[in-house]
């Protein structure tokens, strides 16, 4: 049977490959082992064949790529644990970088990010980005491509002098919105934006391949400096998560996944998210297990995940949670209620 060794409490506890794509959540406070957590999962589905992608956010993760040093205390551990036919061993990986700086750039257009995207990475109001939407309404129309930023702002300036009759057919154009998208594009370009745009844009069967051995490889994506732009970071892997949802067939349940997402510090894809984006992001979600393809977030609290995600989030690995203030108690407590009780623990406060 396949199947990934999580940790051992009373008895060893395992996630079963069937179950892969029933998505999951690891929660826990800082320094409480998450990472930890996330490397035993990727390395376990990349050993059944499963292809991995995830954000490296503090550049711990990258050590997968590299066998690891023997020592008397990780001996020790996996006797403790009882792991059997232990072995010191790199992983397949592919390091990729939004920068190009830190692994193989990855580029995607501006027609396939998206108007709802892409006015969240740039943080326009609602009126802002009703233009954008007429802005790509237009360009389908008239069959104009969008590949990078310079093609997006040469098609906001014909708006603005074809602004009349646009707005007869499309919709009110206001030219002080327009200067607005535009002064967001170039703060976009000046923090390195620039570089995600363009062509060849990222082939997503390049994510999902094994190496000569079978193992699955994982795709690690250098967030370290992606993390410190939260609206690009969120909207990028939302986007990625998309594609994979619109463009892989139908499934059904497999005896493993096809692929694996984890995303570190989940509670930056939801913070300041629309509505319409919080509920684009479910439905994805809840619809993409039948693709094959499973979800992991990873966070310091599971309530950092909204109620109506986290409801579909099967598999989850809590650790350590600490109580210092009245958020820290609200969340020991929803984690306590959303576990189920350990009928051998009665009466101790104990979950399985």
Request: charged share 25%; hydrophobic share 40%.
């Amino acid at each position: 049977m396949d199947k990934i060794l999580v940790g051992k409490g009373d008895r060893p506890v395992y996630l079963l490959s069937r179950y892969g794509n029933r998505h999951g959540l690891v929660a826990g406070a800082t320094g409480t082992g998450k990472t930890i957590s996330l490397q035993v999962l990727a390395e376990g589905f990349s050993r059944l064949g499963v292809p991995v992608f995830m954000a490296d956010v503090k550049g711990d993760v990258a050590g997968l790529a590299m066998a690891g040093s023997p020592s008397e205390r990780i001996r020790e551990r996996v006797a403790q644990i009882g792991i059997e036919g232990f072995s010191h061993e790199a992983n397949p990986v592919v390091f990729l970088d939004v920068f190009g700086k830190a692994g193989h750039p990855v580029r995607t257009t501006i027609s396939e990010m998206g108007p709802s995207l892409l006015g969240r990475i740039l943080e326009l109001n609602d009126t802002q980005e009703g233009i954008l939407e007429i802005a790509f309404k237009l360009a389908d129309d008239q069959g104009l491509l969008l590949l990078d930023m310079d093609d997006l702002r040469a098609l906001l300036n014909f708006v603005a002098e074809n602004r009349t009759e646009i707005s007869t057919h499309y919709g009110l154009v206001s030219t002080q919105s327009i200067s607005a998208i535009q002064r967001s594009l170039l703060s976009l370009e000046r923090e390195g934006g620039k570089s995600l745009f363009g062509e060849p844009a990222l082939d997503l069967s390049d994510m999902m391949r094994t190496d000569l051995s079978g193992r699955g490889i994982i795709s690690i994506l250098a967030a370290d400096q992606l993390i410190l732009k939260p609206r690009l970071y969120a909207s990028f892997l939302l986007w990625l998560l998309a594609e994979f949802y619109e463009n892989l067939p139908e499934v059904g349940d497999l005896d493993k996944p096809r692929l694996v997402f984890f995303f570190d510090e989940a509670h930056l894809l939801f913070n300041d998210a629309p509505p319409v984006l919080r509920q684009r992001v479910e439905q994805v979600v809840r619809l993409i297990r039948s693709k094959g393809v499973g979800v992991y977030f990873c966070s310091q609290y599971p309530d950092d995940v909204p109620n109506e995600i986290l409801g579909q989030l099967g598999n989850r690995i809590q650790h350590a949670l600490r109580a210092y203030t009245p958020r820290d108690q609200k969340a020991v407590k929803t984690a306590a209620e959303t576990f189920v009780a350990n009928p051998s623990a009665a009466g101790q406060g104990r979950v399985f």
